[in-house]
């Protein structure tokens, strides 16, 4: 069965006084559908559609007496900001803004004060949200170590001369080889002649720190066989020829709570937040005046 064609009817909602046209519940539902559906593979069809309902329902509730209560901030909305939000909306694509079809002015503007408005209520919402203790983190980090693994990485640099349209095998080659050459006989530094002599220069070659998976097989065999210190042999890549320093080998491991301190601050402080925001949505659903309609 397609979910779309089970006819269960919609209610019309009043809310605070305010009628909830049907078309918003079905896009709504439109909206979740396609989400549930991918979460719940294996849901009866009916259950599948029944759920959609009733958070299509509940969503646009939440909306709706968010937005109420935003509109009934008396302080002024800075007309300014307005046409700044304004301004960067209309350069922007239709699936940035949010905006699916084109927006009249008026109304477009009428719609940024209210997403304004809703922002600045949750804002103060959120305001007095403490920041999370020491004793917070250090119990999260001990509860969820394994989140914080680190994978093993090394800090490698390369001397390269692409084979390609411009350059064949055997001037490739012998371009390493002057290469390996001047670096034995010690008269410059390899990330000197990295500068000077490789297809990819600047910074003297250094390809930053990488884990296993992200250069390609025939370089990774090479480089995680090497020491720190220690110089590779020309070898042959997909790209052409390589010579490789390794600067350093990172184990894997857990990362110190002195690395990750910060973005366990963060991830608590936004659950801080929405909990915060959860149950002053709660105080206004409890204080709601919700109506069903008749059925249509």
Not at 43 to 48: K, N, R, T
Not at 59 to 70: D, F, G, H, S, Y
Not at 236 to 247: E, Q, T, V
Request: with cysteine.
């Amino acid at each position: 069965l397609n979910p779309d064609t089970i006819p269960i009817s919609i209610m019309p909602i009043t809310i605070n006084g305010e009628r909830i046209e049907d078309s918003v519940l079905r896009e709504e539902e439109r909206l979740i559908r396609p989400r549930l559906m991918e979460e719940m593979p294996e849901e009866d069809p009916f259950a599948l559609q029944a759920r959609v309902k009733e958070w299509a329902r509940e969503n646009v509730v939440e909306r709706t007496v968010l937005r109420q209560e935003a509109l009934r901030d008396p302080e002024p909305v800075p007309q300014e900001r307005i046409e700044e939000l304004f301004e960067q909306v209309r350069t922007q694509s239709p699936g940035e803004s949010g905006c699916v079809a084109p927006v009249p002015d008026d109304e477009l503007r009428r719609e940024l004060e209210i997403r304004y408005r809703i922002e600045r209520l949750l804002a103060n919402v959120t305001a007095k949200v403490a920041p999370p203790k020491s004793k917070d983190i250090s119990e999260f980090y001990k509860k969820h170590r394994d989140d914080f693994k680190r994978e093993e990485t090394l800090h490698a640099a390369h001397i390269v001369k692409n084979v390609d349209e411009n350059c064949d095998e055997e001037t490739a080659r012998k371009a390493i080889e002057e290469a390996e050459k001047e670096l034995q006989g010690g008269a410059a530094s390899f990330e000197e002649l990295a500068d000077r002599l490789s297809d990819c220069p600047g910074r003297g070659g250094d390809l930053g720190v990488f884990p296993r998976g992200e250069m390609v097989e025939e370089f990774e065999e090479v480089i995680f066989s090497m020491q720190p210190g220690q110089v590779s042999p020309i070898f042959r890549s997909p790209f052409g020829f390589h010579i490789a320093k390794l600067y350093e080998r990172n184990p894997e491991g857990i990362r110190d709570l002195a690395e990750v301190k910060d973005a366990i601050a963060a991830r608590l402080a936004e659950q801080k937040r929405e909990r915060a925001v959860e149950q002053f949505l709660d105080k206004l659903m409890a204080h709601a005046k919700i109506e069903e309609g008749a059925a249509v």
